[in-house]
């Protein structure tokens, strides 16, 4: 597996343990529907994070939140609703970014909430 690849492993790792120390619940990981691939799924209360991470070992080209551009926000959309329906979910979904930032053995961790809104 190509190094970027074993860093975005790594990052959805970092990013579920961070989830779930702020009080989520990991409903499913890796949800892949038709050309999408939602990285998380969580709950928290009666709200569903749909959660995109976004991995990066250097800042020189932009921020990883950056990294999400438009086409990506429409197939996550496709994909969620898809699995609410597929599950027959009455719950709120929310988009949010988990942008990490690994720099040695460190990782910055930024949880951008309601991050599509930002776009």
């Not at 579920?16 to 050309?35: P, S």
């Not at 969620?80 to 990490?100: G, K, V």
């Not at 460190?106 to 991050?115: C, F, P, R, T, V």
């Amino acid at each position: 597996m190509a190094d970027h690849n074993e860093l975005g492993k790594e990052g959805e790792k970092v990013a579920i343990e961070y989830l779930q120390k702020q009080g989520y619940t990991i409903l499913q990981t890796n949800y892949v529907f038709q050309k999408a691939e939602i990285d998380i799924i969580a709950q928290q209360g009666e709200v569903l994070a749909i959660v995109e991470v976004k991995t990066r070992s250097t800042l020189d080209f932009g921020l990883p939140q950056d990294f999400v551009k438009p086409k990506k926000i429409q197939l996550l959309v496709k994909a969620i609703n898809h699995y609410i329906e597929d599950n027959d979910l009455d719950a709120e979904a929310r988009f949010d970014i988990i942008a990490i930032h690994k720099t040695g053995g460190n990782y910055n961790i930024e949880h951008l909430k309601d991050a599509f809104f930002h776009f």
